[in-house]
RNA sequence: GCCCCGGUGGUGUAGCCCGGUCAAGCAUGUUAGCCUCUCGAGCUAGCGACGCGAGUUCAAAUCUCGCCCGGGGCACCA
């Protein structure tokens, strides 16, 4: 019997198709990244696979973070993946649903309004001491709530904690916070609400009121507290799972860590092909499906992993092959000169197996070649120009010459690519990895090709990938700048 | 320090729940070769791993215990 590996994503448990519902939980604090890229794809698979629901749920709770910019580069990211998703839907729209959880618990006695600051609870919870606040009555608490909410309170000056149990071992249990004062203005809803649910809270009422059935994300979260809470407040039952963190090899998706290379102007942006962020993969030439495929090949696991480029890359080629023309790219070319060179209009295929159509070049005795080539051949060597004809060598070193060599391959011969005295200038940036071992800057992470490029390239317009034989897949970035995809 | 969760080749993963068919599968990587007018794609073959130690058992990658290492939590971040 043979055996095989894992195909596609594990069975959910408790999952009945067409009773399930999913949610992408994105904070609007910063750019997409590779790994929401990831985590949204797995939801999305299980959504098609039990025919679920699929939420975007922003999770905007913290004024203090939350910008308008990143709300919209998730909703392009998310469209550029092909993730479809049924609602869309930020949990600042839900303020009252969640004050109205806040009251409830606090009626029952299952939270209170603490005035101690934050130095002093951190302390008294690492004690294991309660404060003076947990013992007040339900009226009392139910006061200050209702100041709160008239904004009566400068922040800091109270939070709504959560009765859990001072002397557990797991500290999230030490009557977390609920709810801080945060009078900042909120991107969405402005100066309307100064009462902010933290994210456990936030989270568990969406979670019931989105009807979500199974949660998959990251493990880092407070497992236990959310579900004392979701008890507490008489939510379903809902299937948790937890996976690793998407990390890629010297391309940490630490905000830390990056926004000081933009801010350097180190990288050229949050879009730089050598950042995790979607708008980096994108400029780099990685398709969606990519990230589709590379997703569904990994899989999640609860092992800490590091990701080689590699792997994406190699799908990504995968892909990428049957749909890229091929067109002449000469890396720091040297000058041909072939003597007895047929004056050719010379038709060739953009692809060796599609039908990509074709393109037409006009040829005399004068081409460009990669000089990294002529170096390794000597006089006398007969090579081919990609799918031209054949050139023996006759002179090397600084002014190279050759003459024509017939028009049958030779078997075993050298093949070159070229182009002709009618071609432009271009660059290829060639994107390496950010950080080198020790998380510092790699320097060598950009590298820069200049050559020359065949006049088909003139037809490309930014965003096309193209392979250049030789040399790689290659995505034309802006005028006479394209960026190397593997 | 305390609380979770993990540790299979260079990298990623399958297997572990229900011990034998696992002297460990797949992918990537790498080496050699085939095919191809590409250093792409495809094909063939080789290389390379069960963190350490003890125990249970006829039999352990799989079960038990101890240790070591890693990640996360212990935020008025999510």
Not at 249 to 276: A, I, Q
């Amino acid at each position: 019997m043979e055996k095989k590996g894992r195909v596609g994503l594990p069975d959910l448990p408790n999952a009945v198709k067409g009773e399930t519902a999913f949610r992408l939980p994105p904070e609007p604090s910063g750019y997409m990244t590779v790994g929401h890229a990831m985590a949204f794809t797995i939801n999305y698979l299980y959504k098609e696979q039990y025919d679920g629901e699929l939420w975007l749920r922003f999770e905007d709770t913290n004024p203090r973070k939350v910008l308008p910019q990143y709300y919209d580069s998730f909703r392009r990211g998310i469209g550029w993946l092909s993730i479809r998703y049924d609602h869309e839907k930020n949990v600042s729209d839900d303020m009252e649903v969640i004050y109205e959880a806040g009251r409830e618990l606090l009626e029952q006695g299952r939270a209170y309004a603490c005035s101690c600051d934050e130095a002093k609870v951190k302390e008294l919870r690492f004690e294991g001491t309660p404060c003076e606040h947990r013992g007040g009555s339900v009226e009392a608490n139910l006061r200050v709530w209702d100041e709160l909410l008239a904004k009566k309170h400068k922040d800091g000056a109270y939070v709504v904690r959560f009765k859990g149990d001072m002397k557990s071992r797991n500290y999230s249990l030490r009557d977390t916070n609920l709810f801080r004062i945060i009078s900042h203005p909120h991107p969405l809803t402005g100066e309307r609400y100064s009462l902010w649910p933290t994210y456990d809270l936030a989270n568990a009422v969406e979670d019931e009121i989105c009807g979500i059935t199974h949660v998959l994300r990251s493990s880092e979260f407070r497992n236990e507290l959310q579900a004392q809470l979701r008890e507490a407040l008489r939510f379903r039952r809902i299937e948790v799972i937890q996976f690793s963190r998407f990390n890629f090899k010297g391309t940490p998706v630490s905000k830390r860590l990056l926004r000081p290379l933009v801010e350097k102007k180190v990288v050229s942006g949050w879009d730089d092909p050598r950042m995790p962020t979607i708008d980096g993969l994108r400029r780099r030439g990685i398709i969606p499906q990519a990230i589709r495929e590379f997703t569904l090949q990994v899989g999640y696991t609860k092992t800490e992993h590091e990701y080689d480029w590699s792997i994406l890359l190699s799908v990504n080629r995968k892909l990428l092959d049957p749909l890229s023309k091929r067109m002449f790219f000469v890396p720091e070319p040297a000058r041909l000169e072939v003597e007895g060179a047929p004056i050719k209009k010379a038709t060739l295929a953009f692809h060796p197996q599609k039908d990509l159509g074709s393109r037409t070049i006009d040829t005399e005795g004068e081409f460009f070649v990669p000089s990294a080539d002529l170096g390794t051949m000597k006089k006398g060597t007969v090579f081919r120009l990609m799918d031209l004809y054949n050139v023996r060598l006759t002179a090397e070193g600084s002014s190279p010459r050759g003459e024509y060599a017939g028009d049958g391959l030779v078997p075993d011969s050298k093949k070159v690519q070229w182009v002709t005295r009618a071609h432009s200038e271009a660059v290829v940036t060639v994107p390496g990895e950010l950080f080198s071992e020790g998380g510092v800057y790699n320097k060598e992470s950009l590298k820069e090709v200049a050559g020359y490029v065949e006049e088909a390239a003139s037809g490309l317009s930014p965003g096309d990938i193209v392979q250049f034989p030789r040399f790689g897949f290659c995505r034309l970035d802006a005028p006479a700048r394209f960026i190397l995809a593997g």
